[in-house]
């Protein structure tokens, strides 16, 4: 479900007539003339993203510990982009984008701090 809401999110973002990021904006860092440094924040974490779903794929051909390795991206690919969403796009001052972003590190909190307790 992530990689479709992923998918969906820079195909919308490439072809708004707003602005113009192009797709090779998307998924090179910091390449877009638009915004460079929060775009730039959005293509690391699509490209951190992009890895471990191509290595899901790859499964069957990787060694348990490089896919594990690779599957700990997207704990990094998670604060880039809620930075990339806070600090871009028309939605990103409105109560509700930022209210769900608290909610969501308010859960990841959480989960973090059960996870803690479970093994700590």
């Known amino acids: 479900m992530t990689v479709v809401f992923l998918g969906i999110h ?9 602005v113009h990021i192009g797709w090779f904006a998307a998924v090179v860092p910091f390449a877009s003339p638009y915004s460079r440094f929060l775009v730039g924040l959005g293509a690391i974490a699509l490209d951190l993203m992009l890895a ?15 896919w594990r390795s ?10 880039i982009a809620l930075a990339h ?11 509700w984008v930022i209210a769900l972003g608290a909610l969501c590190v308010l859960a990841v909190g959480l989960a973090f701090d059960v996870a803690h307790e479970r093994h700590g």
């Open 70 to 79: 690779i599957h700990w991206l997207a704990y990094l690919s998670w604060p």
């Open 10 to 18: 820079v195909v919308t973002s490439i072809l708004d007539a707003y």
């Open 52 to 66: 471990v779903f191509v290595s899901s794929l790859l499964r069957m051909h990787i060694k348990p510990g490089a």
């Open 85 to 95: 969403t806070f600090g871009l796009g028309t939605d990103s001052g409105e109560h």
